[in-house]
């Protein structure tokens, strides 16, 4: 990928987050309900409305729309996303906080579902219509129609309650306090990408080239490792950078079932007590990563497919 189009992609990408700031910020603002309210709701004492009202007007609520939402972007250039509602805290620190154990969270992720995914669809596209395909095939059904929170769950009672293997409670870093909640999103994914990297090695070993090879005299290994998986996984970084974003961006439910502190379970938790600064600042967030993750699997290609980089 060109210089030229690697910026004009980078402009988009300051027009887009513009766009998504200004409708998310809209839909805040015509959301039933206040916030103040909701912040003493918490704590369980309700002041008079007279507080309330100072409140609000120290926040900023009772301004108008543009002028809430030019303040609020204004602010969002020098990089203050305002200060947390409930906490008090200010929403970059309480982000930047969340950004590591969802980093980590969604490496060991991916780590565990590409050791699952691409020998099982190598295998199974290598013994195409035979007991290991049908094996696999019934596997990776079996993992995609399972729920996210219900493999959570099944993972929490017997791994954790019952075998006593792995901590119940997730919170903090450290290997063993991410392995069940990373096991719980990687065995998802797998069942879907065994089926993808299937496919792909399926049609590349139908292509002229693979029969060529044969001809040669290349033995089968060198064919399919030299060749085929990697020909194979090049539709796979499309999907590969789509759970990359959907990852970063935080998985809720499955945090909240395994108390992981990492950017789904602050959300989930902004929306509850409706702190608007940090919801506004997490859909910032989320938007991004989908919007970097999509470019640097646009210059991957083009690093990697040797027909790209050369116009063809």
């Not at 300051?14 to 959301?31: D, E, K, Q």
């Not at 912040?39 to 301004?63: C, T």
């Not at 950004?99 to 669809?121: E, R």
Request: include cysteine.
């Amino acid at each position: 990928m060109r210089k030229r189009q690697i910026c004009k992609r980078l402009l988009q990408i300051v027009i887009v987050l513009v766009g998504i700031s200004f409708l998310s910020f809209l839909l805040i603002y015509l959301a039933p309900g206040d916030p103040v309210r909701a912040m003493f709701a918490i704590s369980g004492s309700i002041p008079s409305e007279e507080i309330m009202a100072d409140i609000r007007e120290n926040l900023g609520l009772n301004r108008p729309f543009p002028a809430q939402y030019g303040s609020w972007l204004l602010n969002c250039l020098k990089g203050d996303f305002g200060v947390s509602y409930t906490s008090g805290q200010p929403v970059t620190q309480m982000l930047a906080a969340r950004v590591a154990p969802t980093i980590q969270l969604t490496l060991l992720s991916l780590a565990i579902m590409m050791v699952m995914s691409i020998p099982l669809g190598v295998l199974s596209a290598l013994y195409q219509n035979r007991p290991v395909d049908y094996i696999v095939r019934g596997a990776t059904f079996f993992s995609i129609s399972m729920p996210n929170f219900w493999v959570g769950l099944l993972l929490l009672y017997f791994v954790a309650l019952k075998l006593g293997w792995l901590p119940v409670v997730s919170t903090g870093m450290g290997l063993r306090k991410m392995l069940l909640p990373a096991i719980t999103l990687g065995f998802a994914m797998a069942g879907k990408y065994a089926r993808q990297v299937r496919a792909a090695v399926l049609e590349e070993l139908n292509q002229d080239y693979v029969s060529g090879a044969r001809a040669r005299g290349l033995t089968e290994s060198v064919i399919l490792w030299r060749h085929v998986i990697p020909n194979a996984m090049l539709p796979l970084i499309t999907l590969l950078g789509l759970s990359l974003g959907s990852l970063l961006g935080g998985t809720a439910v499955v945090e909240v079932i395994f108390s992981y502190p990492a950017l789904g379970s602050l959300a989930i938790s902004a929306i509850t007590s409706m702190d608007y600064p940090v919801i506004q600042g997490f859909v910032l967030w989320i938007s991004l990563i989908y919007m970097i993750v999509n470019l640097a699997v646009d210059i991957s290609y083009n690093l990697l497919d040797p027909r790209l980089r050369k116009g063809a």
